[in-house]
């Protein structure tokens, strides 16, 4: 079963990669209809290429476009890819946790698994609702690609049991919310990242980054996605790393908060978080600062994510990194 | 941390009679304070300002690392010490930044807590005069409901309503809905006041303190100050205030997986008297602490305790068990034996310093072929020792590590390997004779648990904090503010019996769903359904 897991592993990077190329392939290929941009497509058409988007998004003009085929073909192979990646990455998880007989989230290389399922898994349901956001999936099966390399390459570890430390009913509790948050903070970094490139472009930037910008979906719309993902996320991550952590630990280590790294770096994340949602309801504050903040969240999950495993020890060190 | 949605502008001071300037300095600071970009600002100082707790050791999590920073780094130790490095998170920066953040919070949240309980106590206000200047809008249309009934559905759907019947003969009925995004927004942030004070007064009120504790009724522990290896009161707690229980460990039980080592389960029992009453046994284990009265056990550790007896050149002998600290997860583990009070002459009846004898090295529970352990439990004991013979050093009064000799003394000469090179290997049971004829026998092995012993008289307090200041969260990031006001005009004759009803919605915060939520009452209203 643990060998079946690792081959499942292999073939959900594939997957995720195989849908990458293809929502490439529609990127290069494909002339973008966003909304708002109906008026320059009659010229694109010429071209030979209009990739209509299904938007369902009652305050936007819809705007369709004869199909030219290829593109749109292309662009539902990706989705399709995605799906069964993500069906794949379910595999890999169950067959883990049977082979561990447990919950498959005892080390640092079960718990990135889970974490990138839940983003994966979230980003299937925005695709699923949201059809006109489907060309974030580039970047998101890159993140994706990315970061299960990182994580079979660098963290593997075998299938084991659970150290004594681990085995308490809040092992579930605390890990699963803080998997679960980590994979929406970790995903609402895409529309973040996607509005500010697009409102870039809307404002005139015509560098690098921001010429992606015409490409992309309307900003308010990519806007109001990120302060949704986070604005769920963050009461679940309060929970997860504020309230069941330190639950736990008063139970386990006696004290209910010990300023280890992860927890000093779940503190940051957390300020970090609570500082992007103030900005965001304060009018005074631009938008793009506020999405600036949430990014910076992004790093300082990242950080606790990786660099806490990787460059300090601490209480929570048996998420061990694979021997590094 | 004021988020202002839309509050109306304060209304404007009347002109101070005498300019003051200290007291427009101090107005404006306190305002600067209180300000959304100074409470932000102070957000990041904070998150940057625990960064460095994350990378240099911290002396309330493990002081032991820090002595080994300063071993790594003396030069930068010292400067690190003094700018508060080891100690981040009770250093005055640190306290600085968030007992501004605080102050900032309260400036802005306690006005805030006025206005909320005022516009609680306001009916909505009327409604505007033209609806289509609103974000929503309905034109007059014929409908099955009275005001008085569109007020009721509103009411159903849990509006704040009021009806108004105005000289010109329209009646208006004004709604408004959501408060508790408010309510919740307040909740969360005195929740979080809740929490920082619960967190001073359980460091002022709390106690806690570590103790290895031997297998075996002639190892107990009772708690005071002076039987535990290190511990820590509070600035307001007495050394007599501690809880009176002696404990004693009667077994412990390790279990570990066959082929890896990796540990299963620890359990450990042991007699308990509280309070001078009877010894009771309980079990606990790790994540499953001993709760006793105003004292809670932890399981944080365990080990070998190794039990040697030294018979010296005048056939005295004394026997000891020491603990033996884990190297690593298969219980090298490393200590000392001192046997300062040997050899004295029974003719003089006094100690020579230079007789004094200390054993130092290691314990393997299952001998492999290298220096360490194979295997966590014992399946093939062993010591490896190595005999110093001379002044310890204990009489000086420094204290020292009770886990190995006094290097200062070895460097000095004062204390002298007698043993050679190699660690001399025992196995249970077996005695080793020394170069003047004394001898160490090995006897055996007892385990001993680690123990934490905490009190904090606020932490229940905390989780209260917490979990309202989560449902707050909620609430306020879940919640939307909205104003619905329907309008209906005096009848004409020539009408059909109906009302001419017009609507306008105004939604107060970021609400995409209210279009949709402002048709469906408008509807309501048109066809009757209540």
Known sequence: MAELSNQLMAVTVLAYLAAMVLYAGEYAFGAKSRIGRAAVLPARELVGAGAPVPDDQPPSPVAVVPNSGRAEWVGRAAVGFNLLALLLHLGTLVTRGIAADRMPWGNMYEYILSATFVGSAVWAGVLLRRPALRHIGLFVSLALVLLLGADGMIAYTPVGPLVPALQSYWFIIHVSTIILASGILLIGAVPAAMFLIRDGYDRGKRRFPYTLGKSLPDATLLERLTFRLHAFAFPLFTFGALIAGPIWAEASWGRYWNWDPKEVWAFISWVVYAGYLHARATPSVKRTVATWIALLGFATMLMNLFGVNLFFSGLHSYANAGGM | ?530
């Open chain 2, 1 to 530: 941390m004021t988020v202002v949605e839309e509050r109306p502008a304060p209304p404007a001071a009347p002109p101070p009679r005498r300019p003051n300037r200290l007291w427009a300095l101090l107005r404006n600071s306190w305002r600067q304070l209180t300000s959304m970009r100074t409470a932000l600002v102070l957000l990041f100082l904070l998150a940057v300002a625990a960064i460095p707790g994350s990378i240099f050791p911290q002396r309330a999590v493990d002081s032991q690392r820090v002595t080994e920073y300063y071993a790594a780094h003396p030069k930068l130790a010292p400067v690190l010490e003094r700018l508060g490095g080891f100690e981040v998170y009770a250093s005055p920066w640190f306290a600085s930044i968030y007992l501004l953040l605080f102050t900032s919070l309260i400036g802005c949240v306690i006005p805030r807590l006025l206005d909320h309980i005022r516009a609680l106590r306001l009916a909505p206000p009327d409604a505007p005069k033209r609806f289509d200047r609103l974000p929503q809008s309905a034109p007059s249309v014929e409908s099955a409901m009275t005001p008085a009934e569109a007020a009721a559905m509103l009411r159903k759907r849990r509006f704040r309503v009021k009806l108004r019947e105005h000289e010109d003969g329209s009646v208006t009925v004004s709604a408004e809905k959501g408060h508790l995004k408010e309510t919740g927004n307040l909740i969360f942030h005195f929740a979080l006041l809740a929490v920082l004070i619960g967190v001073g007064f359980g460091h002022w009120y709390g106690w806690h303190g570590n103790r290895i504790l031997v297998a075996g009724a002639d190892q107990g522990f009772c708690n005071s100050l002076a039987q535990y290896d290190d511990s820590t009161l509070g600035p307001r707690v007495d050394a007599a205030d501690l809880p009176n229980f002696c404990l004693t460990l009667d077994k412990f039980e390790a279990s570990y997986q066959p082929d890896t080592g990796q540990p299963k389960g620890f359990e450990a029992t042991v007699g308990v008297s509280e309070n001078d009453g009877p010894v009771k046994t309980r079990e606990f284990t790790v994540n499953d602490p001993l709760r006793l009265h105003h004292a809670n056990v932890h399981l944080i550790g365990h080990g070998y305790a190794v039990t040697v007896r030294f018979t010296d050149r005048y056939g005295a002998s004394q026997t000891k068990t020491v603990p033996f600290l884990p190297v690593d997860g298969m219980f090298t583990s490393e200590g000392v034996a001192q046997f300062p009070d040997v050899n004295i002459d029974p003719k003089t009846d006094r100690r020579d310093p230079a007789l004094q004898m200390g054993f130092e090295g290691r314990y393997l529970p299952t001998v492999g072929t290298g220096a360490t352990s194979t295997y966590p439990a014992e399946n093939a004991p062993a010591l490896f020792l190595t005999a110093y013979r001379g002044d310890l050093g204990l009489d000086v009064g420094t204290p020292g590590s009770v886990y190995s000799l006094d290097q200062g003394q070895i460097e000095t000469g004062d204390l002298k390997n007698v043993s050679g090179e190699r660690p001399h290997e025992l196995k249970l049971g077996e005695t080793w004779t020394l170069d003047d004829g004394t001898k160490l026998e090995f006897l055996g092995t007892r385990p001993y648990a680690t123990l934490a012993i905490r009190y904090d008289p606020t932490q229940s307090l905390i989780l209260v904090g917490a979990v309202l200041g989560l449902i707050g969260l909620m609430l306020s990031l879940g919640g939307h503010r909205r104003r619905v006001w329907f309008r209906a005009l005096p009848a004409s004759p020539d009408s059909s019996g109906g009302t001419l009803l017009a609507a306008g919605g105004l939604p107060r915060t970021d609400y995409p769903g209210f279009a949709d939520e402002f048709a469906a009452l408008v509807k309501a209203a048109e066809e009757g359904n209540p």
